[in-house]
């Protein structure tokens, strides 16, 4: 007389646990592929900071007295020149990689001279 309640218990029991072991497998495997894209868009931004160190070198090269007060974002490159600071013959570059907001800062240190340059330090 209860053995049909019994099997219909045990069965709605264990479809409950395996529908909890699944949701819980499904969670984690898309946090650990949210934190390996994360750790990828990290590694590109190292990249992108650099170029943003190229562009500011670059302008450098062209005009002795290039600074920025103000972040200058660079959407091709998806990076942005934080500043430029001027202390002795030396300039200080601060760029930030932007892509998808998993932001990564880079900075430059540059020897000016009479008709060149010279990088002395990238971190």
Do not use: W
Not at 17 to 42: H, N, P, W
Not at 66 to 84: D, E, G, M, Q, R
């Amino acid at each position: 007389m209860n053995k049909g309640f019994i099997a219909l218990t045990i069965t709605l029991s264990v479809a409950g646990t395996l529908l909890a072991l699944v949701g819980a497998t499904s969670i984690s495997s898309a946090i650990f592929f949210d934190m390996a894209l994360r750790k990828e868009y990290r590694f590109m931004n190292y990249h992108y900071a650099y170029d943003c160190i190229d562009q500011a070198i670059l302008g450098l090269s062209h005009d002795y007295f290039f600074t920025v007060n103000s972040p200058v974002s660079i959407p091709y490159f998806h990076c942005s020149i934080l500043s430029i600071s001027k202390d002795g013959d030396l300039r200080h570059i601060f760029t930030r990689g932007d892509f998808q907001k998993a932001y990564v800062y880079r900075n430059a240190i540059v020897r000016m001279k009479i008709h060149d340059l010279e990088v002395v330090k990238i971190e």
